[in-house]
């Protein structure tokens, strides 16, 4: 098993930069820890620019909360300059995009593309983006079972008085069981996934196989629930 803490991620505290924004979804929604603070491009062929402030090592890009359609082309590149860079495309999934390099790199310049012209919202729609060097544990999971997805909604009212809904997230619970663990293996994972995430209160980027990465990853929430771990999927 994969994963990377939010307290490990490179991305929260990068210089950061988008080419197309809302008044009030900027870039610097992406590095807030809600996953529903989202920011929004004017068009649909935005680019967000990274500087990581120094040359630092990742194996890790993930692109959490996303509407892009499945006609997007998505891509990252990176060098040791804004006009030096190479360029590797990102496999698409929906809600939530992760792409893991065969080695660890280690760079300061970033830039994340998204060309998505048929996407029905006219923009481009991003909560979180997670760079960072994953830790592993060598324990598997069972999925126990799982909710059926649910959506946060908060009523808004614009100056002229017209009453809408805006959804803040969308959450889906699934309960991992982590059987047969014997105490060191339960304290390598308490203290890797749990200590790493502030007890649950900062999220965590979990892949379950380290070569599932095109179908099962999850940006989530875990809370504790007796010998198993229920994890709030977002």
């Known amino acids: 098993m994969k994963f990377l803490s939010w307290k490990n991620n490179l ?3 990068a210089g950061v930069s988008a080419n197309q924004e809302t008044t009030n979804q900027t870039a610097s929604k992406l590095q807030t820890n809600y996953v529903s603070e989202v920011w929004v491009s004017t068009g649909t062929n ?3 620019d990274i500087d990581l402030g120094s040359s630092q090592a ?3 890009i993930v692109v959490a909360n996303h509407q892009l359609t499945s006609q997007a082309d998505i891509s990252i590149s990176w060098g040791a300059s804004p006009t030096n860079l ?4 990102l496999g698409y999934r929906q809600f939530d995009i992760a792409h893991t390099l065969s080695a660890v790199t280690s760079q300061q310049y970033l830039r994340l593309h998204f060309s998505d012209t048929n996407n029905p919202d006219g923009n481009v729609s991003v909560g979180q983006i997670w760079i960072g060097s994953s830790g592993s544990t060598p324990m598997q999971f ?3 079972w799982a909710d059926p ?3 946060l909604n908060r009523v808004q009212q614009t100056d002229a008085g017209v009453i809408h809904s805006e959804k803040l997230v969308r959450q889906h619970n699934i309960s991992l069981l982590f059987s047969g663990l014997d105490y060191s293996q339960a ?9 790493d995430s502030d007890g649950g209160q900062e999220p965590v980027w979990i892949q379950p196989k380290p070569d ?3 179908d099962r990853h999850y940006v989530a929430n875990l809370a504790e629930h007796g010998s198993t771990r229920q994890s709030h999927f977002l």
């Open 11 to 13: 991305f929260k505290s």
């Open 46 to 48: 935005p680019e967000i």
């Open 58 to 60: 990742f194996d890790t």
């Open 86 to 89: 190479f360029e590797t495309a």
């Open 142 to 144: 069972q999925q126990d």
């Open 149 to 151: 997805e649910m959506f």
């Open 187 to 195: 304290t390598t994972l308490w203290s890797a996934i749990v200590v």
């Open 212 to 214: 599932d990465e095109a």
